[in-house]
């Protein structure tokens, strides 16, 4: 999966998370468990949380918040640790897998 395709999955899934009055510390917390250091995972969550209520600025598009957080994400990502670039690839790439894929549905039990 390509860096940019990875951003901005990653950006979305961000964006819908705080879209949807999801606790940003539950966020946080996914990225912290996926591996990536406590400080970078604070500054993607500070990205999203930057520009969740810009959508209500009508001065600005909705390509324009989304492209400024790709834009941030990948200097933020860029800045961080090997390990931490590693862990958020990891986690983007798991993320992307349980959307693209339906749960599993266990017939088992209907005969």
């Known amino acids: 999966m390509n860096f940019t395709w990875t951003s901005i999955f990653v950006t979305v899934l961000a964006v819908s998370v ?46 324009a918040i989304f492209e400024s957080i790709i834009s941030e994400t990948n200097a933020a990502i860029a800045q961080a640790s090997q390990a931490d670039q590693e862990a958020y690839k990891n986690f983007v790439e798991d993320k992307k897998n349980q959307y693209e894929k339906p749960d599993e549905v266990d017939n088992s039990d209907d005969e």
């Open 18 to 63: 705080l879209a949807l009055n999801e606790n940003e510390n539950n966020y946080l917390q996914e990225l912290v468990d996926a591996g990536i250091s406590q400080d970078t995972a604070n500054k993607l969550v500070n990205i999203a949380a930057q520009h969740n209520t810009e959508g209500s600025d009508p001065n600005k598009s909705g390509r």
